[in-house]
Structures are given as C-alpha cells and as structure tokens.
C-alpha cells in the first residue's frame, strides 16, 4: 500500500510540476513539446511548370533569411557602419560558419542572403565595387555553398528616393540621399530610384553592379540563385507601399520598373557563366497585390530560368501590424490566403509557366504562439503542398514581445546557435516538405 501511495503522490507532484511549468510567466515561452507532437512532412501536389525554372524551384524546401546583416547599411555622415562593420550596424554579429551549419542541420536546404550594395561603392564614376566587401560576401555564401544549401544572392537597400529625406525632418540623422542631394565625404551616394529622371543612372548602377557580381560568381553552379532586387518601389513616395488602381505615377514606376530588372537581366546574362543562372524577379514591392498590370521581363535566352519572387506577411494585420489589435488566425485570414495564393498560381504559374518562390514570410510576435502556430501551417502547406512555392523565413533576430507587435521577426540565436521558438520552425519545415533536424530551444523562450 505503501508503494502505491508514494508512486501516486510521485505522479500527482510530477503533474504539479509539468502545470507549473506549462504555467510560464515568459511571455515569449514556446512549450515546443506540447505543440509538435508527430513529425509528418507534407507532399506537395500542385502541378508545376514542366520547364527548367519549375522542375528546379518543386525540390528547394524551405528556406531562412540572413536578414539585418550583409544588408544593414549606415547613409549617414557618421563613421559608424561604414566598410566591414556595416555588417554588424543594425546589431547582428558578424556571420560564422558555425551559424550557417546550424540552419542547415536544423532542416533548412535553401538561405537568402540580402546585400546591400550602394554603400560599398568606391566610386560613382565607375560603380567599382569595393574588393572587401565582395570577398566578404562571397565568404559568406561559401559557407552555406559548402553546407550543400541552395543560396539566394540579391540587392536588398538599394533601391532610394529621387528627393534627400530625413527621419523626422531631422538634417542630422539622415534616413537617405537622394539623387538631387549633395554628395557628402568625397563620396556620392548611388543606387536605383523608380524616376524617369533618375533612369540612366539607376540602370547604370544596376547594370555596373550585377556584372560585377556576375563576374564575381561565374563559375557557381544552379546552387547560386540571383535575385535581381528586393523590394522595388517609389522610396519616400505617397504610394511607396500601396498601389491605387488609378495612380498614373504609380504605373509608370511600374514599367520603369520592368526597364530596370530587364537591364539587370542582361548584364547578368552577358557574363560568361551564368548564361543559365536561374534568376529570381520581384513585382512592385515584392508584392502578391500588384502583379495584374506588371509586365514580367523578358529574358534573354530561350530557355524558362526566371523565377517569380514574392514577399508575404499576410494577412498584414496578423503578419505584421496595422494598428490593430489583431492576433488571432482567423477563418477570414485562412480565407485571405487561399485567394492570395491561388490567384499568383493562376497568373503566373498556370498561365505563364513562371514559379515562384516566397522570398520572405514570417509572423511577428505578439505574443500569440498558439495562432502564430496555426498561421505556420496554414501559411506554408498552403503555399508549398497546395501551390508548389517553396517559402523562406524572415529572421532579423528580434523575437521578444515589443510595444505595436510590427517587426518581431526573430526566430534563430546567432550567438547561441538556438531556435527562439522551436514549434514554429518545426511546423513550417514540415509543411514545407522538410524533415527537422536539430533544433534546440533557446533559454530566452524556455517555459
């Protein structure tokens, strides 16, 4: 009797102390045991693009974004951020092989590494990249080539405004130079701008910029993916974030924008190598919403290598912030994206035989864990099982709950090689057709 006696008081402290710790404080905590119980990887079903651009983007998987790192950059007159220490600016450390090996074994197969580029120009005249921080690039991307990991390569802040604007009206603390502003340190500052005043230069830059990475990269196989920008639109405009149907400005950015990336294109073409390097095209914004009146490019060889590249945190209100208070996954936003998802299969990979890829997704943290689950698999077996596009997760390493829940997108420790909410990676993985791996939480989300 006794014996039972101590085994039921052991079982009852044993559940006392599961609830206790299933009864977190952290608002952060990810009870990642409770919530991914069975692995099961998803199969994708739609029908794909029998052509080269489509049978390569049905076998990537999922991905990881290397965000706020080889693309963070500093514009202003401040020393700070300039040359190599631009890659830790906006607080990330510096890029290891060992933090590369970590998304690898945790089960991602594809890493999009953003770069910005104007800022490591030597000179305007010539667009003449600076030798460092090519060579720091191209380490970087080494490390996941040597990991086996598909790598997506771009031009990230590039894109800027026509007129100077500031942050606040502040003239001390410079958000970005435009093209009528004063050149500052001896160095002016170069890059794209959606402005038929501004397009010869901007397609000089683009043209100058990605023959040089072209070059850099030529001898690459189909595990390096250009991507030729990232999010296009008219910078410090009334419309730089949404499009109204009857805005005239808005298409003629819109076609100037079909200039540019065709442009782009060729020069990538040009350079012995990458004659067929698969490359991936942004609409206006990366966005899902405006592709009706986009004129995809076209390219320069006969073969189908161009890929669609759309960037997603939808529905906004959820994804992102939009002032509300909105943290459920509701029925209506399961609705939202089986429209979304459906209608760019139709338009682009039905019709136009053109895949496409989600280049960033992500749900910020709200401190809502159970509906960001929910959201993870919606989102990314939707995407991948039911429409054939492989996702990649945004990561610019901020997970912890902030004041308008906008842009917690943070999900991988870089310093401790640990995965902030390990139910999240888990499920998206194997929505995405993708076996986990080695996935260890970190304390900052432990329960």
Same mark, same amino acid.
């Given at each position: 009797?006794?014996?039972v006696f101590l085994l039921m008081v052991t079982v009852l402290l044993s559940a006392g102390m599961l609830y206790?710790?299933?009864?977190?404080?952290?608002?952060?905590?990810?009870f990642d045991d409770v919530r991914v119980k069975e692995k099961k990887v998803l199969k994708a079903k739609a029908k794909m693009p029998d052509n080269p651009a489509g049978k390569f983007v049905?076998?990537?998987?999922?991905?990881?974004?290397?965000?706020?790192?080889?693309?963070? !950059?500093?514009?202003?007159?401040?020393?700070?951020?300039?040359?190599?220490?631009?890659?830790?600016?906006?607080?990330?450390?510096?890029t290891t092989v060992e933090m590369i090996s $970590?998304?690898?074994? $945790?089960? !991602?197969?594809?890493?999009?590494?953003?770069?910005?580029?104007?800022?490591?120009?030597?000179?305007?005249?010539?667009?003449?990249?600076?030798?460092?921080?090519?060579?720091?690039? +191209?380490?970087?991307?080494?490390?996941?080539?040597?990991?086996?990991?598909?790598?997506?390569?771009?031009?990230?802040?590039?894109?800027?405004?026509?007129?100077?604007?500031y942050w606040n009206g502040d003239k001390n603390n410079i958000r970005s130079y435009g093209y009528d502003a004063v050149a500052y340190g001896k160095r002016k500052i170069s890059g794209y701008c959606l402005d038929e005043r501004a397009k010869s230069e901007s397609i000089r830059f683009l043209t100058e910029v990605w023959k040089q990475i072209a070059l850099e990269?030529?001898?690459?196989?189909?595990?390096?993916? !250009?991507?030729?920008?990232?999010?296009?639109?008219?910078?410090?405009?009334?419309?730089?974030?949404?499009?109204?149907?009857?805005?005239?400005?808005?298409k003629k950015a819109m076609a100037l924008l079909t200039e540019y990336e065709e442009a782009a294109l060729k020069a990538v073409r040009?350079? +012995?190598?990458?004659?067929?390097?698969?490359?991936?095209?942004?609409?206006?914004?990366?966005?899902?919403?405006?592709?009706?009146? !986009? +004129?995809?490019?076209?390219d320069f060889i006969d073969e189908q290598r161009l890929i669609l590249s759309v960037h997603a945190y939808s529905p906004y209100g959820f994804a992102m912030y939009d002032g509300s208070d909105h943290r459920a996954f509701t029925s209506e936003d399961a609705s939202y994206l089986d429209s979304f998802f459906a209608s760019i299969y139709?338009?682009?990979?039905k019709e136009k035989k053109i895949p496409v890829i989600i280049g960033e997704m992500g749900a910020s943290n709200k401190g809502n864990l159970s509906a960001r689950l929910k959201w993870f698999e919606y989102f990314t077996a939707s995407a991948w099982k039911n429409y054939g596009m492989p996702c990649l997760l945004w990561d610019n390493g901020v997970y912890a709950i902030q004041e308008n829940g906008s842009e917690q997108h943070g999900y991988f420790s870089r310093k401790r090689l640990t995965w902030y909410f390990p139910s999240l990676i888990k499920k998206m993985l194997m929505c995405s057709g993708c076996m986990p791996g080695q996935i260890k939480q970190d304390f900052a989300t432990m329960p």
């Amino acid at each position: 009797m006794k014996k039972v006696f101590l085994l039921m008081v052991t079982v009852l402290l044993s559940a006392g102390m599961l609830y206790a710790k299933r009864s977190s404080q952290n608002k952060n905590a990810d009870f990642d045991d409770v919530r991914v119980k069975e692995k099961k990887v998803l199969k994708a079903k739609a029908k794909m693009p029998d052509n080269p651009a489509g049978k390569f983007v049905s076998h990537l998987g999922a991905g990881w974004n290397l965000g706020n790192t080889l693309d963070a !950059f500093n514009d202003s007159d401040s020393a700070y951020g300039q040359g190599l220490e631009s890659e830790s600016c906006w607080g990330q450390p510096v890029t290891t092989v060992e933090m590369i090996s $970590a998304v690898h074994k $945790a089960g !991602f197969n594809v890493i999009r590494i953003p770069v910005t580029w104007h800022n490591h120009i030597q000179d305007s005249s010539t667009m003449k990249i600076d030798k460092e921080w090519m060579a720091r690039v +191209k380490e970087v991307v080494d490390y996941a080539i040597d990991e086996g990991m598909y790598v997506i390569l771009n031009t990230h802040h590039d894109n800027i405004s026509y007129e100077t604007s500031y942050w606040n009206g502040d003239k001390n603390n410079i958000r970005s130079y435009g093209y009528d502003a004063v050149a500052y340190g001896k160095r002016k500052i170069s890059g794209y701008c959606l402005d038929e005043r501004a397009k010869s230069e901007s397609i000089r830059f683009l043209t100058e910029v990605w023959k040089q990475i072209a070059l850099e990269f030529a001898e690459y196989d189909e595990h390096l993916i !250009f991507e030729l920008m990232n999010e296009p639109r008219q910078v410090a405009r009334d419309h730089e974030w949404w499009m109204p149907s009857d805005c005239a400005e808005c298409k003629k950015a819109m076609a100037l924008l079909t200039e540019y990336e065709e442009a782009a294109l060729k020069a990538v073409r040009s350079v +012995k190598g990458n004659e067929k390097r698969f490359v991936m095209i942004p609409g206006m914004q990366a966005s899902g919403e405006y592709l009706k009146d !986009f +004129k995809f490019p076209q390219d320069f060889i006969d073969e189908q290598r161009l890929i669609l590249s759309v960037h997603a945190y939808s529905p906004y209100g959820f994804a992102m912030y939009d002032g509300s208070d909105h943290r459920a996954f509701t029925s209506e936003d399961a609705s939202y994206l089986d429209s979304f998802f459906a209608s760019i299969y139709r338009d682009y990979v039905k019709e136009k035989k053109i895949p496409v890829i989600i280049g960033e997704m992500g749900a910020s943290n709200k401190g809502n864990l159970s509906a960001r689950l929910k959201w993870f698999e919606y989102f990314t077996a939707s995407a991948w099982k039911n429409y054939g596009m492989p996702c990649l997760l945004w990561d610019n390493g901020v997970y912890a709950i902030q004041e308008n829940g906008s842009e917690q997108h943070g999900y991988f420790s870089r310093k401790r090689l640990t995965w902030y909410f390990p139910s999240l990676i888990k499920k998206m993985l194997m929505c995405s057709g993708c076996m986990p791996g080695q996935i260890k939480q970190d304390f900052a989300t432990m329960p």
